[in-house]
């Protein structure tokens, strides 16, 4: 490690920038929500990256769950969603995605996106896992990469500010506790102050706190630990999708995500011995089971000696003729062929990744947090998709939630309340210090996101969970050091990442049982999802608990 | 875990003047990818490194640099000891970073009808080709026009065609891709090659939209002339001397035994503006026993047409072709011209199968010709080279015939796509650049295999051009003369 004199000038605020909404994010969750405030009034959007290549939606590839056929029904889908969620999800957010998603898919093909669409011109659905109707639309399968380039295109087409390669570090409240915007750092390090009279908050998930995650370098649960900090609740925090097929090697490679489609063209899972060990597990759904039954499946294959030599399974879709993976799954067929695999002829190896946080802000259906002025939409917000998220639901619920957030936050009134200085000079500070810190970001970084991938991970117990916590808080606690103005955002990101990692490990603690994604081994209650006496965990600056709930015997 | 050393192209616009190269070496993975390399500069040797990165998986284009030369995305490509990383051909930030910006604002955004219905399946079919594009910029590296014009980018052209495609869009897409300057790309096929999506720009987006600015009147008037003569004599070139059809039989027979047939697709330079050259290809032939079929009736190719979008009368030329052809129950059409070469690869169907001069003559194999005493080097056409996957073959049989071979740069030499006719400011000033590659050679003779390219980088430099066949027939000369000197 080279040593570099740290600059020894104090932070200050180069900028100062005023807007009705300020969203941050620049997913599909927070265009969408830009998109819909700038009815309302001035918005500026500020990107930790160039807007269209940073989170999750550009990479999302399987598709977006909407109901528009005759045969199949909101109904239905609420009922796939509640029971795939294992009943955690918070039914009045169950209830808007399901009845909102067809009109949101509207929006999107109106604005000129580019779905498959039928012979009959219809948008195109197929099968996804966990749903009993095929109602996954899609575009290829780079979905979430026709949603973005769409919503750029329409985003283009508003007043919006784009403040891009800026990155909010902290929110900042005013004297009546309401957030009154946030602090952020250009790609220079210089300091940023946007004021707004209602926030946004549309960050995206986090499991870059995992080893293996499929999570593009975005993907560091800023949004959870800026909100925690400014004094928000969360919710169902332990709530980690595993998602079943991450791809294996080489080993910078591991945890790419191998899109459901895969498996919902036809694609087969099968062990070392070749045989299709989802029948011992859900003989009646087989591969199209819901994400953690097939998580928990592949793990458990493995962790048997039924895995490959690299440690994960075969999914195999040689039996599809040639040209339709080339039409339906032509990215994975791109993918694996830079690294020498032909999907076409030989069977990809994939494991389960660390995918997606089910739990984060506390929303009601306005996505308003228990923060004044804060507004939360897309995965930074929990309750969506209860303990499991289907697949294809995700897209879905950053269009419908997007454009809820934006609109609440959009007629929210004027902000009156007055900045205290002090507020802002605590952040400077914060970051002032990282010029005297003295471990390395990278270090912690990669120490965080092994003990979270062992002690964290699809199999948990309270032992391995109070060691990683305690464990998580000793990271937490180090001095961070920053090599230039540059690098204070990589001493920001990996102090977010400590505490989402604190926050998933605080609530998996919480938590007795066993539901959806969330696997206690040492569980010693027995709980069936639909009669389970609790419901959400919650954690705040202030307060951390379970919910209990009447279910009717 | 292996041990790589790279160096890495570094640029601090608050110290520095101007970039330079450091070498670092790391530890990484087997398999691991550029960007892994980088980070492991980063978090080994140099924090402060500047360089973008976001999905690690192909799919945002944060990442896209130069190793080695080339554009390519960082997480996809390969990490190899002793690469060179720079950063894309675009401003710089710092280091690797450059600003994307100003060519994305260029890309056009949809502006959807307010009663804008689904398309049908076929809209979207014919869209979505030119829809996978990440907007990395690699294209707009890459591009040989835009370090001559103010060409807004590949990238930019084909969001032009996949909006025209649209029937929602109610945007005048063909105006603006004309401002955007529809005519400046020479179709070299390049921004294909270092595409991480294989986006088909030049067939798919800016043929296309040449096609649709024709059916407007908007054809260039140079390209309109040419398009006429096409017309009315079936030549793209005027006739001014004896032409190649003129001057030799429908049969060409070998010295020796016949070792092969092939028919011989002649196209319009070599007929009317170079026949020389074509004459001395068919002296090669016959001494390596090719006899050469050369149908009278045949005509243009139609790549002068399709190339500017003029495709009206397009089907005329291509059955003529094909029948003068098949009539003869010919199995092999050869061609010397790498454009028709190209177009009858990619744009007929064909019931023959045709190959470049160089094909046949490797496949063959040839009879040693004496070895020039000259330095020569050789530039790549582009509608061989990328039109037709073809570099090893004129290679070997030009070390074969040379004393000494060098390698240059490959780079579109400004000739094709109807550029040296409809904007000659362009042509030369790639030509120009084409220059100064064969000088830093210290070539004697620069050779190539398209007529084309030929006629134009002769115009561009004062080192001989010349094709490779003449280049054989000399050597055979030279060595019938030493024979001749001997006995």
Known sequence: MVLYNAPTNKMHVDEIVDAHVLVVGSGGAGVRAAIEASRYGDVVMVSKT?????????????????????????????????????????????????????????????????????????????????????????????????????LLDRLDATDTHLYQEVSVVDFIKDENGAV??????????????????????????????????????????DGFAMAYRAGAELIDMEMVQFHP????????????????????????????????????????????????????????????????????????VTHLPAETIEARLPVMLEQFLAYGVDIRREPMEVAP????????????????????????????????????????????DTQVFGKRAGEFAGKAPARSGRIDPARIDEVTRMLDGFFEGAISPVDVRKDLKLTMWNQAGIFRNAPDLRTALGHVRRLADKRL?????????????????????????????LRPENRGAHVRLDADVATDPATSPFSHTYVSLTREGIERREVAA | MKTITLRVSRFDPAVDAEPHFEEYTVRVNEGARVLHALHAVRDEHDPTLAYRYCCGSGQCGSCAVRVDGKPVLACMEEARDGMTVEPLALPVLKDLMVDLEPVIAKIARICPAPDAALPAREEIEAIKPLRDCIECLCCVSACP???????????????????????????????????????????????????????????????KLREIANRRGLTLPRHQEVARLVQETGRSVERTQPTFLEEVP??????????????????????????????????????????????????????????????????????????????????????????????????????????????????????????????????????????????????????????????????????????????????????????????????????????????????????????????????????????????
Request: net charge negative.
């Open chain 1, 245 to 316: 097929t991450g791809a294996v090697y080489p080993y910078d490679a591991r945890g790419r995500l191998v899109t459901e489609a895969v498996r919902g063209e036809g694609g087969l899972l099968l062990n070392a011995r070749r045989e299709r060990f989802m029948k011992r597990y859900d003989p009646e759904r087989m591969e199209l089971s819901t994400r953690d039954v097939v998580a928990r499946a592949i793990a458990t294959e493995v962790l048997e000696g039924r895995g490959t030599s690299r440690g994960g399974v075969y999914l195999d």
């Open chain 1, 180 to 221: 009154a915007g946030a602090i952020a750092l250009d790609r220079d390090g210089d300091v940023v102050f946007f004021r707004s009279d209602a926030t946004v908050l549309a960050t995206g998930g986090g499991t870059q706190v995992y080893d293996i995650s499929t999570n593009s370098a975005a993907g560091t649960g």
């Open chain 1, 50 to 150: 160039i807007a269209g290549k940073g989170g999750c939606t550009t990479m999302a590839e399987g598709g977006y769950n909407a109901v528009l056929r005759d045969r199949d029904s909101v109904d239905v889908h609420r009922e796939d969603t509640l029971k795939g969620g294992a009943y955690l999800n918070d039914p009045a957010l169950a209830d808007a995605l399901v009845r909102e998603a067809p009109e949101r898919m509207a929006d999107l093909v109106r604005w000129g996106a580019v779905f498959d669409v039928t012979e009959d011109r219809q948008v195109a659905q197929r099968p996804f896992g966990g749903q009993r109707f095929p109602r996954t639309c899609y575009a290829g399968d780079r979905t979430g990469h026709e949603m973005i380039m769409t």
């Open chain 2, 250 to 487: 429908e049969v060409i027979e070998p010295d020796g035994p016949v070792r092969g047939e092939v028919g011989f697709f002649v196209g319009c330079m070599f007929n009317g503006r170079v026949p020389q050259t074509a004459l001395d290809a068919m002296e090669v032939m016959k001494r390596n026993g090719i006899r050469v079929i050369v149908p009278h009736d045949q005509v243009c190719c139609g790549s002068p047409l399709i190339r500017t979008g003029q495709t009206s009368f397009l089907d005329d030329l291509k059955k003529k072709n094909i029948e003068a052809f098949a009539r003869r129950g010919i199995k092999t059409v050869m061609t010397i011209c790498a454009g028709c070469g190209a177009t009858l690869k990619n744009d007929y169907e064909t019931p023959f199968t045709v190959k470049d001069v160089t094909e046949i003559l490797t496949e063959y194999g040839i009879e040693p010709p004496a070895k020039l005493d000259i330095r020569a080097t050789y530039h790549d056409p582009c509608h061989l080279l990328r039109g037709q996957g073809i570099s090893e073959q004129p290679r070997t049989l030009l070390r074969e015939a040379v004393r000494e071979f060098v390698e240059m740069p490959t780079q579109c030499c400004g000739a094709g796509g109807g550029v040296r006719s409809g904007v000659p400011e362009e042509a030369k000033a790639l030509g120009a650049k084409r220059d100064e590659c064969v000088k830093a050679t210290g070539a004697d003779v620069v050779v190539t295999v398209c007529p084309f390219c030929e006629f134009h980088i002769a115009d561009c430099t004062d080192v001989p051009v010349k094709n490779l066949t003449t280049i054989l027939l000399e050597g055979y000369r030279k060595k019938d003369a030493e024979r001749e000197g001997s006995s």
């Open chain 2, 145 to 207: 026009a835009l370090q001559v014009t103010d060409f807004a980018g590949p990238t930019v052209l084909r969001q032009e065609m996949r909006l025209a495609l649209d029937p929602r869009d109610s945007g005048d897409r063909i105006t603006d891709a004309i401002e955007k300057g529809l005519f400046y790309c020479t179709t070299c096929k390049r921004c294909t090659e270092v595409c991480p999506k294989d986006i088909e720009i030049p067939g798919k987006a800016i043929e």
């Open chain 1, 481 to 509: 050091c920053a090599a230039s103005t540059a690098n204070l955002l990589e001493c920001c990101t990996v102090r977010n990442m400590c505490t989402t990692a604190s926050l998933i490990v605080r609530c998996a603690l």
């Open chain 1, 353 to 396: 990744t660390a995918h997606h946080i089910m739990g984060g802000l506390r929303i009601t259906p306005e996505c308003r947090t228990t923060i004044p002025g804060l507004f939360a939409c897309g995965e930074v917000a929990g309750g969506v998709h209860g303990a499991n998220r289907l697949g294809g639901n995700a897209l879905a």
